[in-house]
């Protein structure tokens, strides 16, 4: 009886964990590479750099926001105060009016009483 060619199975589950060793051990020696290790260091550095910067410009952006609010308030509190002195110069201009037209209405009064009298 001849043998077959065909490999077996504990030869391929042996040269599957060889190639699976092989790799691994491919991958740690390009893991230890100075090059990729500066490469990822930088990369690292540039992150933490790009990561600060985008903190730093929230902040200024959250500020800003609590300034311009800051201002909307002052403005309306402004305009408040503006529409309450406008309201009070029309209220006083309206008592104005109404005292003369209570003063003429009493000339008028008076005048025609002094009319019936002397009549």
Partial sequence: MRRS????????????TNAKKAALEKF????????????????????????????????????????????AMEAKRAADAQA???????ASRELALQTERKAARDARYAARKARSKRG
């Fill in 5 to 16: 060619n065909a490999p077996d199975f504990v030869e391929r589950r042996n040269a599957a």
């Fill in 28 to 71: 740690h020696a390009h893991a230890v590479d100075p090059a990729l290790a500066g490469r990822k260091a930088a990369r690292l550095a540039l992150a933490g750099e790009r990561t600060a910067a985008k903190k730093a410009r929230e902040i200024e952006k959250a500020e800003r926001n609590a300034h311009d609010a800051e201002l």
């Fill in 84 to 90: 309450e002195r406008a309201s009070a110069e029309a």
